[in-house]
């Protein structure tokens, strides 16, 4: 991927992010360090060192403010205190980005991510569905374990883009989010008058209806075998447009270096998570 190509909308990240900074008592040029852990998801989560090196040499680097040869360690520290602000300035961009648009089809779901090292406090043990690429490669159609965090995410399906999101421990069913992302989405963009709402079967829940029904949102959500027979998916020809968070969440596997988490504490996770989305708005916005 060639960065340089991005690099108006890399300083348009920029600008956001050094309004968010100062709402949280930072100089303009703390903001440097945020979109420089996005820069690092940009490159397919390299390591901070590889990070420094390619700043030090690099117009994206001389964008940002960076000097040659500078202490990579400072990565690190930026992190430890990068949740909020991080997710700040991804509302922001996201905000910007569907400025006078309005949303018609929402797809919600979730999607793994391991824990860095089986000492993680805040990470537990939780199902997984194998995507459709892994179950062709192992032969395999059953859930499976993962000892990690979920990524939950709600996404405009017709541009592809993620809207709202949050992060939380591999066990907690996906449906526990749907009141929250929804709430997020309605609060933040405007909601077209034929708006649908795609998901799987996870979301095939009485109060998910009563809500969306309370909105006039028609939901398209797969019914739930509950293990008697095999989960149907409604008949509307839209719902196959759900995929589109699927294929989100594939570009932050395979470009963006989202399966390549290398922090302790669901904190530093959020961070990481928080910067592979807002590289993934940077490319595909």
């Given at each position: 991927?060639n960065?340089?190509?991005?690099?108006?909308?890399?300083?348009e990240?920029?600008a956001?992010?050094?309004?968010?900074?100062r709402?949280?008592?930072?100089?303009?040029k703390?903001?440097?360090?945020?979109?420089?852990?996005?820069v690092?998801?940009l490159k397919?989560?390299?390591?901070?060192?590889?990070?420094?090196?390619?700043l030090s040499d690099n117009?994206?680097?001389?964008?940002?403010?960076y000097?040659?040869d500078?202490d990579?360690?400072i990565?690190?520290k930026?992190r430890?205190g990068a949740?909020?602000?991080?997710?700040?300035?991804?509302?922001l961009?996201?905000?910007?980005?569907m400025?006078?648009?309005?949303?018609?089809?929402i797809a919600?779901d979730?999607s793994?991510?391991?824990?860095?090292?089986?000492?993680?406090?805040?990470a537990?043990f939780?199902?997984r569905t194998p995507?459709?690429?892994?179950?062709f490669?192992?032969?395999?159609?059953?859930?499976?374990?993962?000892?990690g965090?979920?990524l939950?995410l709600?996404?405009d399906a017709?541009?592809?883009?993620?809207?709202?999101?949050t992060?939380?421990s591999a066990?907690?069913?996906?449906?526990?989010f749907?009141?929250?992302?929804?709430?997020?989405?309605?609060?933040?963009?405007?909601?077209n008058?034929?708006?649908?709402?795609l998901?799987?079967?996870?979301?095939d829940s009485t109060?998910?209806?009563?809500?969306?029904?309370?909105?006039n949102v028609k939901?398209?959500?797969?019914?739930?075998g509950?293990g008697?027979?095999k989960?149907?998916?409604p008949?509307?020809p839209?719902?196959g447009k759900?995929?589109a968070?699927?294929?989100i969440f594939?570009?932050?596997k395979?470009?963006?270096?989202?399966a390549?988490?290398?922090?302790?504490?669901?904190?530093?996770?959020?961070?990481?998570?928080?910067?592979c989305?807002l590289?993934?708005?940077?490319?595909y916005?």
């Open positions: 991927m960065i340089t190509t991005l690099k108006d909308k890399i300083h990240v920029l956001a992010a050094r309004i968010v900074v709402r949280h008592g930072h100089t303009k703390y903001a440097k360090h945020i979109v420089a852990l996005i690092k998801q397919n989560g390299i390591s901070d060192r590889e990070l420094a090196e390619f117009a994206i680097g001389r964008l940002l403010g000097k040659k500078f990579f360690t990565f690190s930026v430890k949740n909020e602000i991080m997710s700040e300035t991804y509302e961009v996201v905000n910007q980005t400025k006078g648009k309005q949303v018609r089809l919600q979730s793994d991510v391991s824990a860095h090292s089986q000492k993680d406090t805040d537990r939780g199902h995507s459709k690429k892994e179950q490669a192992r032969k395999i159609t059953e859930k499976e374990f993962v000892f965090y979920k939950h709600t996404a017709e541009v592809e883009l993620p809207l709202c999101f992060t939380a066990n907690r069913n996906d449906k526990t749907f009141h929250e992302l929804y709430d997020a989405v309605k609060r933040r963009f405007t909601i008058y034929a708006t649908k709402f998901a799987d079967a996870q979301y109060d998910v209806y009563q809500e969306l029904h309370h909105d939901p398209l959500i797969a019914i739930n509950r008697h027979y989960s149907t998916i008949k509307d839209e719902y759900r995929w968070i699927e294929r594939s570009r932050l395979e470009v963006f270096g989202f390549k988490n290398r922090y302790v504490g669901i904190r530093r996770v959020r961070v990481h998570i928080c910067a989305l590289a993934y708005v940077i490319k916005s």
